[in-house]
């Protein structure tokens, strides 16, 4: 029962032009959501973060977008650089709860 | 400090063997995790400790045995292990509180390979 969905498995994108990585739930008790970046053989980095209350928070190239009544939110990355390629994991938690649901994630290729 | 530390960085071991991973952090972060990642799947949470007490253990197999001596430090225990059992195994803090984000701080992982 995958609760946190990343349906694009991969994406490719130009160096300097937008990134969209997105990201759904079907849990309506989450209330805090996060973007993780990984690179192979290493553990995941924590990139950004939102609390439901909000709908944005931006944080330099990086900004994260939550619709809630969608249960989607996304990742806008720009301009994209090629260091940003890597794998993109969404995770998602639940009041109280220390445990993090995580998507499947994309794998986010920038061409240089 | 912002770092969650992990030793060794890869092992290799048989089904016989017993190994332990080691796992530390310095941000007085209360909360402390084991994951397994397989490759392109996302991380799989194996344990949870909340101060130092295991507080969620998802259906692991007994061959894998935490401990958390003290705030700072999570091992893992490894007895009898399958060649299934290769992957990557990550520690991870947090804090605790409903006033904070949950934000999980991951090591870099150990690779583990079971022959």
């Known amino acids: 029962d995958q609760q946190v969905k990343q349906n694009s498995p991969s994406l490719s994108v130009q160096e300097g032009r937008i990134s969209i990585l997105n990201c759904d739930y079907t849990?309506?008790?989450?209330?805090?959501f996060l973007w993780y970046k990984k690179y192979p053989a290493e553990g995941p980095t924590f990139l950004i973060s939102?609390?439901?209350?909000?709908d944005k928070n931006e944080d330099g190239r990086f900004t994260v977008f939550l619709n809630k009544s969608a249960k989607h939110l996304s990742l806008h990355i720009v301009p994209s650089q090629p260091g940003d390629s890597a794998v993109y994991f969404c995770?998602?938690?639940?009041?109280?709860?220390?445990?993090?649901?995580f998507g499947t994630g994309t794998r986010l290729t920038v061409i240089p | 400090d912002t770092e969650v530390t992990q030793t060794p960085k890869h092992l290799v071991m048989g089904m016989t063997n017993k190994k332990s991973l080691k796992c530390e952090q310095h941000?007085?972060?209360?909360?402390m995790y084991w994951y397994k990642q397989k490759a392109k799947k996302p991380p799989e949470l194996m344990f949870v400790?909340?101060?130092?007490?295991?507080?969620i253990n998802e259906s692991v197999p007994s061959r894998f045995s935490p401990e958390c001596p003290n705030s700072s430090l999570l091992n893992l225990h490894l007895h009898a292990l399958q060649p299934e059992d290769s992957a990557l195994y990550l520690c991870?803090?947090?804090?605790?509180?409903?006033?904070?984000?949950?934000?999980?701080?991951f090591g870099p992982g150990t690779r583990l390979t079971v022959l």
């Open positions: 991870a803090s947090s804090h605790i509180g409903l006033d904070r984000g949950n934000e999980q701080f």
């Open positions: 849990n309506s008790m989450f209330d805090y």
């Open positions: 939102i609390s439901s209350i909000k």
């Open positions: 995770a998602a938690s639940a009041p109280g709860a220390n445990n993090l649901f």
């Open positions: 941000m007085g972060h209360r909360a």
């Open positions: 400790y909340s101060y130092e007490k295991l507080s």
